[in-house]
């Protein structure tokens, strides 16, 4: 039985608000595309082209023994992988010191399968809602790696397993749920919202939601120099998911490195990772240099969220009145509020 949960304008009208503990979650997906994925049989060369091909930075693996879908691979844990030989390591890739060697090493991993380059310890699998949960249940899985749940969109039992082994999942049951569909929706629908979670978060500023006292530390680096695998690198070891690039002297804040400017990388395009930052971003996949969303203490919550939708951005920095990056909020930080 497919997902058929009345619409909002019927069921969450004006008068009863929006709740995120009343709301399913299908509300939010049931205009995706199916969902796009791959098996962890699948050599980590296949599953870079998937991606590309797709305009895609991440998409969820599906163990065929286990008949569960084991984790989600991003992009940059794909690439970085690939150049380190393993997870756990993090100091090999400054050894590269050329664009052969960064092929070379990327070539000879390559053919290893998705499933042992990034889930060989994997234990668990990934977190699966139904389409009548309400989207407060996902806010806390949303907020941990890899940021993506499963959303069932049918009342069905489990999947039948000639169908799994002809071709995969039945077509249509699944949807990929991020943190981008629960910020959008309470954008979208934020004069409906109750009054309560309208006034405690999206009307308050980031200063009073205390999101620029939770978030102090800001990762930054010079603009001058810096190849774009050190910075990935110093993302990893750090582990966080982008960066600031400054003007070095004055620290005003230029541009935005994030493991989503890996959108599009194969292994023959690894040689550019050993290009300065900014020539890496303007040359893989034509990008231009965006200025990333910035905001100030006074900032709205909902203005906020507005600013970061628009541009397609899932983090904000905090500046001062010199353009210095002083903070950096992301979605984990202002959906954490909405459920505390």
């Given at each position: 039985?497919?997902?058929?949960?009345?619409?909002?304008?019927?069921?969450?009208?004006?008068?009863?608000?929006?709740?995120?503990?009343?709301?399913?979650?299908?509300?939010?997906?049931?205009?995706?595309?199916?969902?796009?994925?791959?098996?962890?049989?699948?050599?980590?060369?296949?599953?870079?082209?998937?991606?590309?091909?797709?305009?895609?930075?991440?998409?969820?693996?599906?163990?065929?023994?286990?008949?569960?879908?084991?984790?989600?691979?991003?992009?940059?844990?794909?690439?970085?992988?690939?150049?380190?030989?393993?997870?756990?390591?993090?100091?090999?890739?400054?050894?590269?010191?050329?664009?052969?060697?960064?092929?070379?090493?990327?070539?000879?991993?390559?053919?290893?399968?998705?499933?042992?380059?990034?889930?060989?310890?994997?234990?668990?699998?990934?977190?699966?809602?139904?389409?009548?949960?309400?989207?407060?249940?996902?806010?806390?899985?949303?907020?941990?790696?890899?940021?993506?749940?499963?959303?069932?969109?049918?009342?069905?039992?489990?999947?039948?397993?000639?169908?799994?082994?002809?071709?995969?999942?039945?077509?249509?049951?699944?949807?990929?749920?991020?943190?981008?569909?629960?910020?959008?929706?309470?954008?979208?629908?934020?004069?409906?919202?109750?009054?309560?979670?309208?006034?405690?978060?999206?009307?308050?500023?980031?200063?009073?939601?205390?999101?620029?006292?939770?978030?102090?530390?800001?990762?930054?680096?010079?603009?001058?120099?810096?190849?774009?695998?050190?910075?990935?690198?110093?993302?990893?070891?750090?582990?966080?998911?982008?960066?600031?690039?400054?003007?070095?002297?004055?620290?005003?804040?230029?541009?935005?490195?994030?493991?989503?400017?890996?959108?599009?990388?194969?292994?023959?395009?690894?040689?550019?990772?050993?290009?300065?930052?900014?020539?890496?971003?303007?040359?893989?996949?034509?990008?231009?240099?965006?200025?990333?969303?910035?905001?100030?203490?006074?900032?709205?919550?909902?203005?906020?969220?507005?600013n970061l939708l628009a541009g397609r951005s899932h983090r904000a920095y905090v500046i001062d009145d010199q353009q210095r990056p002083i903070a950096v909020i992301s979605y984990t930080d202002i959906l954490s509020k909405i459920i505390p």
């Amino acid at each position: 039985m497919a997902f058929q949960e009345p619409a909002l304008t019927a069921d969450y009208g004006l008068a009863k608000r929006i709740s995120p503990k009343k709301v399913g979650l299908g509300h939010l997906v049931q205009e995706k595309q199916n969902l796009l994925w791959a098996k962890s049989s699948a050599s980590a060369a296949d599953v870079m082209q998937l991606l590309q091909s797709n305009g895609l930075v991440a998409l969820p693996i599906y163990d065929e023994k286990r008949k569960k879908f084991i984790g989600v691979a991003h992009i940059f844990d794909v690439t970085m992988a690939l150049l380190d030989g393993s997870q756990g390591a993090v100091d090999e890739p400054k050894n590269i010191v050329s664009s052969e060697a960064v092929i070379k090493r990327a070539t000879e991993r390559a053919s290893q399968s998705i499933g042992d380059l990034l889930f060989n310890d994997v234990t668990e699998c990934m977190v699966c809602f139904h389409c009548a949960d309400p989207i407060e249940k996902a806010i806390k899985p949303l907020n941990a790696v890899p940021h993506h749940v499963l959303v069932t969109m049918t009342n069905e039992q489990e999947e039948n397993e000639e169908q799994l082994e002809a071709g995969g999942v039945v077509e249509g049951r699944y949807r990929l749920l991020s943190q981008t569909d629960v910020v959008r929706f309470l954008s979208r629908h934020q004069h409906e919202l109750e009054r309560e979670l309208l006034d405690r978060v999206l009307l308050a500023t980031i200063d009073e939601l205390g999101l620029v006292a939770d978030r102090p530390v800001v990762s930054c680096f010079p603009a001058e120099g810096k190849l774009a695998l050190d910075a990935f690198n110093e993302m990893k070891e750090n582990k966080v998911s982008a960066v600031g690039v400054c003007e070095k002297g004055t620290g005003r804040l230029l541009y935005n490195l994030a493991a989503s400017d890996l959108r599009g990388m194969t292994v023959q395009k690894m040689h550019l990772l050993l290009r300065p930052v900014p020539e890496f971003l303007s040359q893989l996949g034509s990008r231009k240099l965006i200025f990333p969303i910035t905001a100030q203490p006074e900032t709205r919550v909902r203005d906020l969220l507005e600013n970061l939708l628009a541009g397609r951005s899932h983090r904000a920095y905090v500046i001062d009145d010199q353009q210095r990056p002083i903070a950096v909020i992301s979605y984990t930080d202002i959906l954490s509020k909405i459920i505390p």
